[in-house]
């Protein structure tokens, strides 16, 4: 079973960028916590971190007929990109949308998300736990899946 977690711009700064909200972990932390319970849950994770919406589009792009599930914290493409949205139905891979804040508590520029309503879920305001409970989820289908 094969993940490709998606993060967008500005979260490689983890750690030191405005840590009130989003934490002291920095990204690396977080990949390789996340990776160690991919490896339990018998999944391959795959990540890339880019402030660019187009890498994000092209590795969306490459995960056609190749990835089963596609983690992504979109960041601040979330409130901007019909080209994210697209390429992920473009693909027709299913998705978690993960933000580290709860976005619903912030500016209203970020209470809309162009990803939201076609995505399998939305977790928000879980601080960097949310990562690991969307790949619990995405391994709960897996497990469906087999059965
Ligand atoms: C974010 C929330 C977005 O509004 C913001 O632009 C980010 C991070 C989050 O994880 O809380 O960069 O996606």
Redesign the pocket.
């Known amino acids: 079973y094969k993940v490709l977690l998606l993060n967008?711009?500005?979260?490689n700064l983890l750690g030191k960028r405005e840590p009130e909200?989003?934490g002291a972990d920095t990204l690396d932390d977080i990949i390789m916590q996340l990776r160690q319970a991919a490896q339990q849950f018998d999944i391959e994770l795959d990540h890339l971190q880019s402030n660019r919406e187009y890498e994000l589009i092209e590795k969306i792009h490459q995960a056609m007929g190749q990835v089963d599930y596609i983690i992504i914290?979109?960041?601040?493409f979330?409130?901007t990109s019909v080209a994210l949205r697209d390429a992920l139905l473009g693909v027709n891979i299913p998705f978690f949308e993960?933000?580290?804040?709860n976005?619903h508590a912030?500016e209203a520029f970020?209470h809309h998300s162009y990803l939201s309503d076609v995505a399998t879920g939305v977790i928000?305001g879980f601080g960097t736990l949310g990562y690991h409970c969307a790949l619990q989820a995405v391994a709960q289908k897996m497990q469906q899946k087999k059965q």
Do not use: E, F
């Open positions: 967008g711009p500005n979260l909200i989003y914290n979109p960041a601040a979330t409130h993960v933000h580290i804040s976005v912030r970020r928000c």
